[in-house]
């Protein structure tokens, strides 16, 4: 049975921990949530689920009696007690320390990892990125950010919300928004919504895909200029002429390109040796 708010007001007290809010945390406290995130995690059949937050456990320990291999990470020494409470008997290694710091080597190809978590609104983007760049056994991303990070994460070209993070997605997987979360489901209340977002790995990590996400950089750096001088800091002279080369009009900004066109432009970075 995954957490309520009563529940978790409890845990809390009984271990004399307040919620820091410039961790991010916000302890979910809805069962039906904690149940979707699980079944949208898929076959725990020969699966590792990585968590990174593990707050109060509930969502660890679902994740844990789904059958799923679990290794979790949480930032806050404070919760080791109450994490140890909540987890008792389950097959479950919990690393406390940074999950910035992950080492993606350890999600190798060899493996089959799903990451399903609840991440801290001021990193989680950044996170998943990272780990989508890097960790080549990710096959499956079910993450709740929030709803201004999801939207902008699963945005298409021309769109208010399309930049960077809807570039750097779309490289290595297939984004959609699954269903959105009120602010009233957690414990303390967050001042903004939430999202789930899920992401299918469709592509390995690979060089061509990272230098893809420096061109988008440089030109959502600049997105009000025409890709001809957005992509000056990135692309060797003349510019103009590579652009037409890889077949893209250089008067066009970063925000109409899709993925496959800023890995056209990667390989012709690579190319012309930049």
């Given at each position: 049975?995954s957490?309520?708010?009563?529940d978790?007001?409890?845990?809390?007290?009984r271990?004399g921990?307040?919620p820091?809010?410039r961790?991010g945390?916000h302890f979910?406290a809805?069962?039906n949530?904690?149940a979707?995130i699980?079944?949208?995690a898929?076959d725990?059949?020969?699966?590792?689920?990585l968590?990174?937050g593990v707050g109060?456990?509930?969502?660890?320990k679902?994740?844990a009696?789904?059958?799923?291999?679990?290794t979790?990470?949480?930032?806050?020494?404070?919760?080791?007690p109450?994490?140890?409470?909540?987890?008792?008997g389950?097959?479950?290694?919990?690393?406390?320390?940074?999950?910035?710091r992950?080492?993606v080597?350890?999600?190798?190809s060899?493996?089959?990892?799903?990451?399903?978590?609840?991440?801290?609104?001021?990193?989680?983007?950044?996170?998943?990125?990272?780990?989508?760049?890097?960790?080549?056994g990710?096959r499956?991303?079910?993450?709740?950010?929030?709803?201004?990070?999801a939207e902008r994460l699963?945005?298409r070209?021309?769109?208010k919300t399309?930049?960077?993070p809807s570039?750097?997605a779309?490289?290595y997987?297939a984004?959609?928004?699954?269903?959105?979360v009120?602010?009233?489901?957690?414990?303390?209340?967050?001042?903004?919504d939430?999202?789930v977002?899920?992401v299918e790995?469709?592509?390995?990590?690979?060089?061509?895909?990272?230098?893809?996400v420096?061109?988008?950089s440089?030109?959502?750096?600049?997105?009000?200029?025409m890709?001809r001088?957005?992509?000056?800091s990135?692309l060797p002279?003349?510019?103009?002429?590579?652009?037409?080369e890889a077949?893209?009009?250089p008067?066009?900004?970063a925000?109409?390109l899709?993925?496959?066109?800023?890995?056209?432009?990667?390989?012709?970075?690579?190319?012309?040796g930049?």
């Amino acid at each position: 049975m995954s957490q309520t708010r009563s529940d978790i007001r409890l845990l809390l007290d009984r271990h004399g921990i307040i919620p820091r809010r410039r961790l991010g945390q916000h302890f979910l406290a809805d069962p039906n949530i904690v149940a979707k995130i699980v079944s949208l995690a898929g076959d725990p059949s020969g699966a590792r689920a990585l968590e990174i937050g593990v707050g109060t456990g509930t969502l660890t320990k679902a994740l844990a009696e789904a059958g799923f291999a679990v290794t979790a990470y949480e930032i806050d020494e404070r919760l080791r007690p109450l994490i140890s409470e909540v987890l008792a008997g389950r097959e479950v290694e919990v690393r406390y320390g940074d999950a910035a710091r992950i080492d993606v080597s350890e999600l190798g190809s060899g493996d089959s990892w799903v990451l399903a978590a609840n991440l801290p609104y001021q990193v989680g983007t950044s996170i998943l990125l990272d780990l989508l760049a890097g960790a080549a056994g990710l096959r499956r991303c079910v993450v709740m950010l929030q709803r201004e990070a999801a939207e902008r994460l699963v945005a298409r070209p021309g769109s208010k919300t399309y930049g960077l993070p809807s570039v750097a997605a779309a490289l290595y997987g297939a984004a959609r928004l699954e269903f959105r979360v009120p602010p009233q489901v957690f414990l303390p209340r967050p001042n903004v919504d939430s999202a789930v977002v899920v992401v299918e790995r469709t592509a390995a990590p690979d060089p061509l895909r990272k230098l893809a996400v420096r061109a988008a950089s440089a030109g959502f750096g600049r997105r009000r200029k025409m890709l001809r001088s957005s992509l000056r800091s990135v692309l060797p002279p003349p510019v103009e002429d590579r652009l037409r080369e890889a077949g893209i009009d250089p008067s066009l900004r970063a925000e109409n390109l899709d993925a496959d066109r800023f890995l056209a432009i990667a390989a012709a970075i690579r190319e012309a040796g930049g």
